[in-house]
């Protein structure tokens, strides 16, 4: 079971990117999905996570500007930035909560790298 993130890139202040997450493997169900991010010195934090019923938690940092969403049927999750800031600059990461034949288990992707500059 793995998580493939894409998306990132290097955009101007003020403009948008949608970050993508496939789960894939053999996978019973899939729980909450969430990206978080670091940047270089940081801590990494929690940007937005979504259950499966579609409850969600978005960081203070991310709320009005980033909207996560999710394709139950495809296993994936998403992430609208906009109006991204410098300070948006980071690696992001995706993680879920996957269940598989044998076992439940918290996975995390490889990150997607997100640069916002002028």
């Known amino acids: 079971v793995q998580l493939q993130a894409s998306g990132g890139g290097l955009v101007r202040p003020g403009e948008s990117l949608r970050l993508s997450c496939a789960a894939s493997?053999?996978?019973?169900?899939?729980?909450?999905m969430a990206w978080y991010r670091q940047a270089p010195g940081n801590l990494c934090e929690l940007v937005a996570s979504?259950?499966?019923?579609?409850?969600?938690d978005v960081s203070d940092d991310a709320k009005g500007r980033f909207t996560i969403s999710r394709d139950n049927a495809l296993n994936m999750v998403y992430l609208q930035m906009d109006s991204l800031k410098p300070e948006d600059t980071a690696m992001y990461y995706c993680?879920?909560?996957?269940?598989?034949?044998?076992?439940?288990?918290?996975?995390w992707g490889q990150g997607t790298q997100v640069t916002v500059s002028s």
């Open positions: 493997g053999q996978i019973e169900s899939v729980d909450t």
């Open positions: 993680n879920a909560d996957v269940a598989t034949p044998w076992v439940k288990k918290n996975i």
């Open positions: 979504m259950t499966a019923s579609g409850s969600t």
